[in-house]
């Protein structure tokens, strides 16, 4: 993939927005230091997730439901020493990361993030480091040190009925360019 868009700034990260298991839309390439996601309505640059809701013929109405919920959504923002997320919505935003979870974990750990709050969802030293310290014996599987999920109000997990992330309504892959 080209690092580079139409302005000539990199690309430090690509949003894919989904539906329970569906992709919907193009993944979306970001070169701003900030990126807004938002539901339906236009809420200034960004992401609008409506938009591009109208691709999907398949959408059901918990999925609907779970947009109209959406509203000003989150904002991403890349810092020198990682990627933030601000949730700018009215109901909470739930997030996975490998920054967040610690090296050699077998268990999804979701963070929940209240409205008004930030959080520091990928931190580029603790990748660095957590990829040097992991063992591939102890993993379920193949992981991806690069990609955050983000669900739009309902969470999953351990703790929470939906158990992948696949079974939330509307949930957004944020795929990190390595550095």
Known sequence: ANDYDGSSRVRWCSLAYWELCTRVGRVFPVSKSVENVFGDMPHGDGLSLGTLATQNEAECEVVKRTRAKIGFGLTLSREDDGVWLYNRGDFAVFVNSPTLTGPNRTTTIVHKVQPGYS?????????????????????DGPIDHNSVRISFVKGWGPKYSRQVITSCPCWLEVLLVPR
Do not use: G, M, R
């Open 119 to 139: 959080v520091k969802i990928f931190d580029y030293a603790k990748s660095a480091c957590y990829q040097s310290l992991q063992n591939p014996e102890l993993l």
